[in-house]
């Protein structure tokens, strides 16, 4: 159990069916009147962000997240297919579970895939990704005072604005929370 006045950044709590992780808390104790917890907390499957005040005194139910490193093998239609590295059983996960950074994953990267009560709610892709250019955009001579960038399409279908010196056959690293790049691999 996880009670309100005991709170910390980061605790997932089980509040009203919904997992919740604070983001911040403060306890406030006014002059008059009882003292309260008041947080921020984030919704772990929606991402939504709410701010609510509890008593010191509320116990909640703690949320146990699993996170597990798989490895992408492929995709088939809208079922993306994962290996666990231990057991080497093979998951099929929906789209709508991946996120937009997905787009940087390409198979046999290992991806870290969230679940709660045995229920996948997301799939994080490595921080940092190396991938090839397949297709970049000719650069415009002169251009290069202003630090002007173009767009290049990575092997995955991912469209990146990088450099102009950047041509096709180079690998680049991105960073997959951003979608920037960060340099040459």
Do not use: W
Not at 26 to 38: C, L, N, S, Y
Not at 118 to 136: H, K, R
Not at 149 to 178: C, H, M, S, Y
């Amino acid at each position: 159990m996880v009670v309100a006045g005991s709170f910390k950044n980061g605790i997932t709590f089980d509040m009203e069916g919904a997992v919740m992780q604070i983001i911040e808390f403060q306890h406030v104790k006014p002059g008059k009147g009882a003292a309260f917890v008041r947080t921020k907390l984030r919704n772990v499957i929606t991402g939504a962000v709410i701010e609510k005040t509890f008593s010191p005194t509320d116990k909640f139910e703690e949320a146990r997240i699993d996170r597990k490193d798989m490895q992408y093998l492929y995709s088939d239609g809208d079922l993306y297919y994962f290996m666990d590295m231990e057991s080497y059983e093979q998951i099929p996960l929906s789209k709508d579970v991946l996120d937009d950074n997905f787009k940087f994953v390409k198979e046999e990267m290992i991806c870290r895939i969230n679940s709660y009560k045995g229920s996948v709610f997301a799939v994080e892709p490595p921080t940092f990704v190396d991938l090839a250019v397949v297709d970049a955009e000719p650069g415009v001579r002169g251009d290069t005072a202003t630090g002007a960038t173009k767009n290049a399409t990575v092997e995955t279908g991912a469209v990146v604005r990088v450099p102009l010196f950047i041509e096709e056959g180079e690998v680049i690293q991105i960073d997959t929370r951003t979608g920037e790049y960060l340099g040459r691999a």
